[in-house]
C-alpha cells in the first residue's frame, strides 16, 4: 500500500528566506508526482505535476525534483513572502490512477 | 467551466439527516474523485469515476456513503443518516485521465449536529 510523509509538518520563517519541503512515498512505482497548495477554509490549488519521467519541474519561484529510486520529491520555494503562508501537499497517483495518496502536508507560515 | 465547482460550500446537518453534495468537473474530464479531509489532516480517498461506472469505492466508510454519476458529468454523493464523525470537508477533483494533474474544486464543509 501506498504511503506518503511529508517533512516538516509545520514550519515558520521570516520573509525571504528560501525553504525545501520534504514529500516521502514508499512506493516508487509512480506516474507522477503533484504539490498542492491549500489555502484556510478552500480547496486544493494545483501547483506542480511531476511526471516520472522528470527530475524537475519549475514555476516562477517554485522548483520541484523527483527521485523515484529513493522515493523522494522536494519542493524549493524560492525569496518567500507572506502571500506564500498556506499548508503545502503532495500527492501520488496509485492504483493506476483510481486513487491520490496524499500527504498530511506541511503548514508553511511567511513572516513579514 | 472554467474548474471544479462544488456546492454548497457549507452545510449544517442535524443528526440523522440525510445530504446531497454536487460536484460539477471540468467539462470533458472522465475522471473524478471524491475525497474526505478532516481538521489538520490530507485528504483520504472515498470513491472514483471513470465517466459514469463507479471503478473504487473502497474509501467510502460505510454504506451511509453512496456516490453517483449518471451521465459521465456531474456527481453527487448522498450521506444518508449523518452521524458527528461525518463531519469534515468533502473535495471532489477531475481530471483528462485517471492519472494525469488533478484540479480540486473549493469543497463543501459539512458539520453535523
Known amino acids: 500500500k501506498q504511503e506518503v510523509t511529508q517533512i516538516p509538518a509545520a514550519l515558520s520563517v521570516p520573509e525571504g528566506e528560501n525553504l525545501v519541503l520534504n514529500c516521502s512515498f514508499t512506493d516508487s512505482a509512480i506516474y507522477n508526482l503533484q504539490w498542492f497548495r491549500q489555502d484556510p477554509g478552500k480547496g486544493l490549488t494545483s501547483l506542480l505535476l511531476i511526471q516520472s519521467s522528470q527530475r524537475e519541474q519549475t514555476s516562477g519561484r517554485l522548483n520541484a525534483s523527483l527521485d523515484k529510486s529513493s522515493g523522494r520529491s522536494t519542493l524549493y520555494i524560492a525569496a518567500s513572502q507572506p502571500g506564500d503562508s498556506a499548508t503545502y501537499l503532495c500527492a501520488v497517483p496509485y492504483n493506476y490512477g483510481q486513487n491520490f495518496v496524499f500527504g498530511p502536508g506541511t503548514r508553511l507560515s511567511v513572516l513579514p | 467551466g472554467a474548474g471544479v465547482s462544488q456546492s454548497p460550500r457549507y452545510k449544517v446537518a442535524k443528526r440523522g439527516q440525510d445530504v446531497a453534495l454536487r460536484c460539477d468537473p471540468i467539462s470533458g474530464h472522465v475522471s473524478l474523485f471524491w475525497y474526505q479531509q478532516a481538521l489538520g489532516q490530507g485528504p483520504e480517498f472515498l470513491t472514483y469515476?471513470?465517466?459514469?461506472?463507479?471503478?473504487?469505492k473502497s474509501g467510502l466508510p460505510s454504506d451511509r456513503f453512496f456516490a453517483e454519476r449518471p451521465e459521465g458529468s456531474v456527481s453527487t454523493l448522498k450521506i444518508q443518516r449523518t452521524q458527528q464523525e461525518d463531519s469534515a470537508v468533502y473535495l471532489c477533483?477531475?481530471?483528462?485521465?485517471?492519472?494525469?494533474?488533478?484540479?480540486f474544486g473549493q469543497g463543501t464543509r459539512l458539520t453535523v449536529v
Open positions: 469515476f471513470q465517466n459514469e461506472a463507479q471503478l473504487d
Open positions: 477533483a477531475s481530471s483528462l485521465v485517471g492519472d494525469t494533474e488533478a484540479f
